[in-house]
């Protein structure tokens, strides 16, 4: 069933985060601005092992700890997929950094397209009682400022964003049936919007409040990709010009199909390990090398998820957050097994 919220009128709240949380002018955090200036690539950390202590270990590798409120934001998975990033493999992750899992509500009619049916669909996912969990636009709506405002003007996120302190951008990689391939990338700018949000994104700025017309007006691909990395930097940042943030990538049950499908494709990858980074746009594009760059064989096909990315474009989401400042498409991949 759609619905359409009400926003939530919150100009203090977002310039108290906007001054707090280091909301900056122009877009560009300080690790990627002194890189620039040195020429230095950015780091990217792998693991081949996909296990809670690997994630642990790659964690800790990045250098940089998350204190005081942590949001761990993950996708909880669409009702019916079992593809998600599990409770027993975040775990011990997750109670390291003391975290809360942070999710928003999604725009289109599914199990987790308002709070009451989210919330039965994180329980039965096993995110409760294992975790604390906030679904962040259960109460509304926030704005925060994006630097690029070629398509969306503001960044309207769950207002419980400002109940944080630190975020770890714990991703799935994978295919995604609109965006080509869902990463760090996506999980920070669809997967932290509200619902509304989702919608000012999706629809390249036309819409700001989610309802049923808002699929009629789903028209712009590289306006919506651009949308994306628009968004993803302003989470960026949100979080102290993204010196209280980091990004962690797990490749795992990469199917074609992004965890918010109810009926994802079956994986036709092998499972590839673990990426980390302090650079969202390197990390991304660590993954996507790692899938174009695998030979296929009969029972390790990259071709689908490749055709998919293509067909969608996706790879522009990452050349555009690197042409808006958020990050190196030049990275060193750094072994730590």
Aim: with cysteine.
């Amino acid at each position: 069933m759609h619905y359409t919220k009400h926003f939530i009128k919150v100009t203090a709240l977002a310039l108290v985060g906007a001054i707090a949380f280091g909301a900056c002018g122009n877009g560009k955090s300080k690790n990627n601005e002194q890189a620039m200036q040195n020429n230095e690539q950015a780091k990217v950390y792998f693991t081949s092992e996909i296990s809670p202590e690997s994630l642990v270990k790659i964690y800790k590798a990045l250098g940089r700890e998350a204190q005081g409120r942590v949001a761990v934001k993950i996708s909880t998975g669409e009702g019916g997929n079992n593809h998600y990033l599990k409770p027993e493999l975040i775990g011990q992750l997750v109670n390291e950094v003391n975290g809360t899992i942070v999710e928003c509500n999604t725009a289109y009619a599914g199990t987790r397209d308002g709070s009451e049916r989210h919330w039965q669909t994180i329980r039965e996912h096993g995110f409760i009682p294992t975790f604390r969990v906030d679904i962040m636009d259960e109460e509304g709506d926030m704005f925060i400022p994006v630097s690029d405002t070629t398509h969306i003007k503001r960044n309207i996120v769950g207002s419980h964003l400002a109940n944080y302190d630190f975020m770890i951008n714990l991703a799935h990689f994978k295919g995604h049936a609109m965006g080509g391939y869902g990463g760090v990338l996506k999980n920070a700018s669809i997967g932290v919007a509200s619902s509304n949000g989702k919608a000012n994104i999706h629809t390249a700025g036309y819409s700001e409040v989610y309802d049923e017309d808002t699929w009629n007006h789903v028209e712009d691909q590289d306006g919506f990709l651009e949308s994306m990395a628009a968004a993803a930097q302003a989470v960026h940042n949100y979080f102290g010009n993204g010196e209280r943030i980091l990004y962690i990538a797990v490749m795992n049950n990469m199917s074609i199909d992004c965890d918010c499908d109810s009926s994802p494709e079956a994986p036709r990858l092998k499972d590839y390990g673990i990426m980390a980074s302090l650079d969202p746009v390197a990390l991304d594009k660590a993954c996507t090398d790692a899938i174009f760059n695998i030979k296929p064989t009969e029972d390790n096909d990259n071709q689908p998820l490749i055709e998919r990315i293509n067909q969608l474009h996706g790879l522009h989401t990452i050349d555009h957050a690197a042409k808006i400042g958020l990050g190196s498409l030049d990275y060193q991949l750094i072994n730590i097994d």
